[in-house]
């Protein structure tokens, strides 16, 4: 099983920026996607954006042109966000799905917006 690590997560104001990170703890060598959701205390997990082992995005409508997900070679993932609201306060979670559909999630982090 693959250990997924989040770090990056803090407090900003709003306009500020964030970058969150995600480390597997090992190669996956039959990675499929690795994404981020967020999730407020009471809510349902929030689907934010995803990236592809080809490099394809996706984001969510609430984030779009706002954050930005990207990938290194050693299937780090990252996610950019600019511009954050106090809408985005939520704790952050990394996703790693395999070609055979087994999901990894990470611990978590937290990011809080506000003056």
């Known amino acids: 099983q693959v250990q997924l690590v989040e770090s990056g997560g803090g407090l900003v104001q709003p306009g500020g920026s964030l970058r969150l990170s995600c480390a597997a703890s090992?190669?996956?060598?039959?990675?499929?996607?690795m994404g981020w959701y967020r999730q407020v205390p009471g809510t349902q997990r929030e689907w934010v954006a995803t990236?592809?082992?080809?490099?394809?995005t996706s984001y969510a409508d609430s984030v779009k042109g706002r954050f930005s997900v990207s990938k290194d070679i050693t299937n780090t993932v990252y996610l950019q966000m600019n511009n954050l609201k106090p809408e985005d306060t939520a704790v952050y979670y990394c996703?790693?799905?395999?070609?055979?559909?087994?999901?990894?999630w990470g611990q978590g982090t937290q990011v809080t917006v506000s003056a």
């Open positions: 090992r190669s996956v060598f039959n990675l499929n996607t």
């Open positions: 996703r790693l799905v395999t070609t055979d559909n087994f999901v990894s």
């Open positions: 990236i592809t082992r080809g490099g394809f």
